[in-house]
C-alpha cells in the first residue's frame, strides 16, 4: 500500500492558506492538539473517516488526494448515511472478493471488520487500504 501522505498534505495546504494551528483547528472543529501536531515538523498520518470528510470540504478537496493516493486535487466527498460496514460489503459483492480476502491482503484485522459492523468508523489509513485493495478511490467508498 502506498504510504498515507495526509500529514503532509495537511501542513502543505494550510501553508498555502497560511493558516496557523488554532485557525485550522477552529474551521475544521478538530482540537488545537492535533492541529499543532499536523502542522509541525512530525505531523499525524492519521485520523478518523469524520475528519478526513471535514478536511477535504474545508480544503476543497478529495479524499483520495488529503490522503495522496492522487495528486489530482478533486472535490470534496459527499458521505453517505448508509454505514461504512454495509457500503464495504457491497463493493466486495460487486467485485467478487471476501473479508477474508480483505483481510489477507491488507493489515485490517477481524476486530477492526467487527467494529465497523457494529458502527465504529475506520481511520483514513483503513479507508485507503480498503480503496486499494478494491481498486477504487477512496471518495467512492464514502458516497
Given at each position: 500500500m502506498k504510504k498515507l501522505r495526509l500529514g503532509l498534505r495537511i501542513r502543505a495546504l494550510a501553508a498555502e492558506a497560511e493558516l496557523t494551528p488554532a485557525e485550522l483547528a477552529k474551521a475544521t472543529g478538530i482540537p488545537i492538539f492535533t492541529a499543532r501536531k499536523w502542522l509541525g515538523d512530525a505531523p499525524a498520518e492519521d485520523t478518523s473517516v469524520t475528519v478526513l470528510v471535514r478536511l477535504c470540504a474545508f480544503f476543497g478537496c478529495s479524499a483520495a488526494f488529503l490522503t495522496g493516493m492522487s495528486d489530482v486535487r478533486g472535490t470534496p466527498p459527499r458521505p453517505s448515511r448508509e454505514p461504512f460496514y454495509r457500503r464495504l460489503i457491497y463493493f466486495l459483492s460487486s467485485r467478487n472478493k471476501t473479508l477474508y480476502g480483505l483481510m489477507r491482503s491488507t493489515a485490517l484485522t477481524e476486530t477492526r471488520l467487527r467494529a465497523w459492523q457494529n458502527g465504529s468508523e475506520p481511520l483514513a489509513s483503513d479507508l485507503c487500504a480498503v480503496a486499494e485493495h478494491l481498486?477504487?478511490?477512496?471518495?467512492?467508498l464514502l458516497r
Open positions: 481498486g477504487v478511490s477512496p471518495d467512492e
